[in-house]
């Protein structure tokens, strides 16, 4: 396989100016090369030979260790949980945790860990899944369940004014708020792209029962997460419940199809269009949904509208002391716990297999060290790859 054409390829068409940022970025680290290449880690892992003898379930298909945050739900309560769906799809249970897996070793670095103590927490991860998927019974975090640092990222965000958030992202010119497009979080938008986002704001506010909470204030492209940079993306301030401290910060994302499903046997169900693929599996997979959830059609370009969730929204890993490792083996039992409950909650839906199948299959052995053994040999495989990017990028390849 030829790397460097692969992801040529893969990323032909996106926003240059934002696909130069993600290019830079998955130079930093084989983690956030990881994060990049998704699509190519599912072309590596099916000549692997990824674990396909487990049951069927609805996974998020880029598992890994950034992909989980807290968020207000619809209700507008504090929740941890997956947050990261572009990539969900019908496939074998085990194919969410050997990315996980293999994002725990590449990643070791990026959380001040060992790969020893890496190892560890890999099986702290298989183990700990295993046991919650036995149960059967799926839960949820938020803030009064919440433990250790878990609970201090939700206790924090508990806290967070909107008029500081807002503080956060956004300029006043008078009295109207505007985003800050500094080029670290935000980009000015072209006038073709704000009068895109107008009409999709325009439809979904058409269908609420306050329509003029959505008015249009301002329009930025937006800058975040690492697979997705280039991909159609924008910040949206709108009129919430009054300017300026009322406004609200929408993402208004384009959805892509699904990496893993050219590897995959098992028939997927007719979406409508992607963004309904991924909002339809957000909301079964997550105990609640985040707000302003939705899927919206324009043009027959296929968006995901939702409230914007900031970076800054996870649990911070890196660079903690050696005394925290009780910590950090905290957030992977319950990064684990919630994988498991994700899929007992989704399970028996338009082909994944019901509970009772995932209940016998945790209390089964031999899967585990199977999917170990294949996140070894992907972590190595990435590595590999990433060693190969970084020279082509230092040659000027990617320029």
């Not at 910040?235 to 406004?247: D, H, M, T």
């Not at 929408?250 to 309904?276: F, N």
């Amino acid at each position: 396989m030829d790397v460097v054409r692969e992801i040529r390829s893969f990323n032909q068409g996106r926003d240059p100016e934002r696909l130069a940022l993600k290019y830079r970025n998955m130079r930093a680290s084989p983690f956030v090369f990881l994060r990049g290449t998704c699509h190519l880690f599912y072309d590596r892992l099916a000549r692997i030979g990824a674990p396909r003898s487990a049951p069927l379930a609805w996974v998020c298909g880029d598992l890994h260790l950034e992909n989980f945050g807290s968020f207000k739900g619809d209700n507008r309560l504090v929740y941890f949980d997956i947050n990261d769906f572009d990539e969900a799809a019908l496939a074998p249970a085990t194919w969410d945790l050997v990315r996980f897996l293999t994002s725990l070793r590449v990643g070791a670095e990026s959380i001040a860990v060992g790969q020893r103590e890496a190892a560890r927490l890999c099986e702290v991860f298989i183990d700990s899944y295993a046991s919650a998927l036995g149960l059967g019974k799926a839960y949820w975090v938020e803030r009064d369940t919440a433990q250790g640092l878990v609970r201090e990222l939700l206790d924090g965000l508990r806290d967070r004014q909107r008029p500081q958030f807002l503080a956060s992202r956004t300029d006043m010119k008078g009295r109207r708020r505007v985003l800050r497009a500094d080029g670290k979080k935000a980009l000015p938008a072209s006038e073709a792209q704000r009068a895109l986002v107008l009409e999709v704001v325009r439809q979904y506010a058409a269908q609420q029962p306050n329509p003029g909470f959505y008015e249009v204030l301002d329009v930025a492209r937006r800058i975040a997460g690492t697979g997705s940079l280039g991909v159609e993306r924008y910040a949206v301030l709108v009129e919430g419940k009054g300017s300026p401290n009322g406004n609200y910060v929408l993402d208004m994302k384009q959805a892509l199809p699904s990496s893993l499903v050219p590897h995959l046997k098992v028939a997927q169900p007719k979406w409508k269009s992607e963004a309904h693929r991924v909002v339809a599996l957000q909301r079964r997979v997550q105990a609640v949904s985040m707000a302003f959830l939705q899927p919206v059609v324009v043009q027959r370009v296929p968006y995901v509208l939702r409230a914007l969730q900031p970076a800054e929204d996870r649990v911070a890993l890196g660079g903690r002391s050696a005394r925290s490792a009780a910590d950090l083996q905290g957030v992977i039992t319950v990064m684990a716990n919630l994988v498991a409950w994700a899929q007992l909650r989704s399970g028996g839906r338009e082909g994944s297999d019901i509970a009772d199948d995932l209940m016998d299959f945790a209390r089964r052995g031999k899967w585990k060290s199977r999917v170990l053994d294949a996140s070894v040999e992907a972590a190595a495989q990435v590595r590999r790859d990433w060693s190969t990017y970084a020279a082509a990028y230092d040659d000027g390849s990617f320029g």
